[in-house]
């Protein structure tokens, strides 16, 4: 079927007891068992709830993969991977990666024993002189946020697939509607789900999308034992959302190229940072590897003060955290998304605070433009 099909469908049948066209808010614990040890499927709503259940199956269409796994945060998705990792072993990761992940990854699993090293993957050659005697998984965010560095992602996993090392793929910034890591040879899908997913900033989740019976089976272990699940309503919602999701990631798309191509004619501007651009370095392998170029642009000024200038001049984006709705948002990474990273760490990559992080919405473009004109000049 196709993607529009699939979203609207897929798990999605009509309720069989009350033939409800939209799957029901199952809001309940726990489950009426018919005798010791036979149930209907469903004991207790940590372990499984059919309203999780047929968002869990309808993610797992639409990022070509058989299994799907809900979790309460992008976050608690991230660091559900992360625990297939054992004491003394090592993962390589993006380096401009999401400073959330950063942080979970540097402050928090270092000790339990974790190792970490952080390169930049858009050279593959970077990747084969990282990897080390105990390295397990490569964790790869593409496109990074907020610099929209790719990764080589089927060049990865022929690296990595003959070493006997996991490839897991973080594809947040452009949903399953423009890339599909499995089918490019990753063993694990991450979305914060709070993002495009759901797409109208109303909810937090995270998802993870995988094909091997083993690692669902490991993953489903850890989202039972840890607990960090959604609520049926939050499900719900996201049930909701990817009905519009292929609509919504076309003017996203759309919205963003123009605004991009804007910004590229502005002499205030120094540099504009757009997938879809031929001036960035890696668009023949976006046009590659993507169906698109996402809703996010990145630019840079003269100075610290001239973007906090233009944040504060914008008035139809909106100055938050997050990304991915419908809305459109600014942000400055530096002091907002990635500021647990230490300064000299963020500097090094290029994440400098001259940087202008645009989550281009799906208002009416001349609205955007004209927006940003007033605020640069």
Same mark, same amino acid.
């Given at each position: 079927?196709?993607?529009?099909? =699939?979203?609207?469908? +897929?798990?999605?049948?009509? =309720?069989?007891?009350?033939?409800?066209?939209?799957?029901?808010?199952?809001?309940?614990?726990?489950?009426?068992?018919?005798?010791?040890?036979?149930?209907?499927?469903?004991?207790?709503?940590?372990?499984?709830?059919?309203?999780?259940?047929?968002?869990?199956?309808?993610?797992?269409? *639409?990022?070509? /993969?058989?299994?799907?796994?809900?979790?309460?945060?992008?976050?608690?998705?991230?660091?559900?991977? +992360?625990?297939?990792?054992?004491?003394?072993?090592?993962?390589?990761?993006? &380096?401009?990666?999401?400073?959330?992940? @950063?942080?979970?990854?540097?402050?928090?699993?270092?000790?339990?024993?974790?190792?970490? +090293?952080?390169?930049?993957?858009?050279?593959?050659?970077?990747?084969?002189?990282?990897?080390? +005697? &105990?390295?397990?998984?490569?964790?790869?965010?593409?496109?990074?946020?907020? $610099?929209?560095?790719?990764?080589?992602?089927?060049?990865?996993?022929?690296?990595?697939?003959?070493? /006997?090392?996991?490839?897991?793929?973080?594809?947040?910034?452009?949903?399953?509607?423009?890339?599909?890591?499995?089918?490019?040879?990753? =063993?694990?899908?991450?979305?914060?789900?709070?993002?495009?997913? /759901?797409?109208?900033?109303?909810?937090?989740?995270?998802?993870?999308? *995988? &094909?091997?019976?083993? $690692?669902?089976?490991?993953?489903?272990?850890?989202?039972?034992?840890?607990?960090?699940?959604?609520?049926?309503?939050?499900?719900?919602?996201?049930?909701?959302?990817?009905?519009?999701?292929?609509?919504?990631? !076309?003017?996203?798309?759309?919205?963003?190229?123009?605004?991009? &191509?804007? $910004?590229?004619?502005?002499?205030?501007?120094?540099?504009?940072? @757009?997938?879809?651009?031929?001036?960035?370095?890696?668009?023949?392998?976006?046009?590659?590897?993507?169906?698109?170029?996402? /809703?996010?642009?990145?630019? !840079?000024?003269?100075?610290? !003060?001239?973007?906090?200038?233009?944040?504060?001049?914008?008035?139809?984006?909106?100055?938050?955290?997050? *990304?991915?709705?419908?809305?459109?948002?600014?942000?400055?990474?530096?002091?907002?998304?990635?500021?647990?990273?230490?300064?000299?760490?963020?500097?090094?990559?290029?994440?400098?605070?001259?940087?202008?992080?645009?989550?281009?919405?799906?208002?009416?473009?001349?609205? *955007?433009?004209?927006?940003?004109?007033?605020?640069?000049?």
């Amino acid at each position: 079927m196709g993607f529009s099909t =699939d979203a609207i469908h +897929s798990g999605q049948p009509p =309720d069989p007891s009350t033939g409800a066209v939209i799957t029901p808010i199952f809001q309940t614990t726990t489950y009426c068992l018919e005798e010791l040890g036979k149930d209907k499927g469903f004991v207790y709503s940590r372990s499984g709830n059919p309203t999780r259940s047929a968002w869990e199956k309808n993610i797992a269409v *639409l990022e070509k /993969g058989k299994y799907g796994l809900a979790f309460a945060s992008g976050m608690s998705a991230i660091h559900a991977v +992360s625990k297939l990792l054992k004491s003394g072993e090592h993962a390589i990761v993006s &380096n401009d990666v999401y400073g959330g992940t @950063y942080r979970l990854f540097n402050r928090v699993m270092t000790d339990y024993g974790l190792e970490f +090293s952080y390169i930049d993957m858009s050279n593959l050659e970077n990747l084969k002189a990282a990897i080390q +005697s &105990n390295t397990r998984l490569v964790f790869i965010e593409s496109p990074t946020n907020p $610099l929209l560095i790719l990764t080589d992602i089927a060049g990865a996993v022929d690296i990595c697939r003959e070493r /006997g090392i996991l490839v897991s793929v973080d594809n947040t910034f452009m949903s399953p509607y423009f890339q599909n890591p499995l089918d490019l040879g990753a =063993d694990i899908v991450i979305h914060s789900s709070t993002k495009y997913l /759901g797409g109208h900033s109303d909810v937090i989740g995270g998802v993870i999308v *995988l &094909n091997s019976d083993e $690692l669902h089976d490991k993953l489903k272990f850890i989202q039972n034992s840890v607990g960090a699940v959604p609520s049926p309503f939050d499900v719900w919602l996201l049930l909701r959302s990817t009905k519009t999701l292929a609509v919504r990631m !076309e003017r996203h798309n759309f919205n963003a190229s123009e605004v991009a &191509n804007y $910004l590229s004619r502005q002499k205030k501007i120094k540099k504009v940072i @757009y997938l879809g651009l031929d001036s960035h370095p890696q668009n023949e392998l976006a046009k590659k590897q993507m169906r698109g170029f996402g /809703g996010m642009v990145t630019f !840079e000024v003269e100075s610290f !003060e001239k973007a906090k200038d233009i944040m504060h001049r914008l008035k139809i984006f909106t100055l938050a955290e997050s *990304l991915g709705g419908v809305e459109s948002l600014v942000c400055h990474p530096s002091t907002m998304t990635h500021a647990s990273i230490p300064k000299e760490v963020r500097e090094k990559y290029g994440l400098t605070d001259r940087l202008v992080r645009l989550s281009v919405g799906i208002e009416d473009v001349e609205d *955007l433009i004209n927006d940003l004109d007033s605020a640069i000049n």
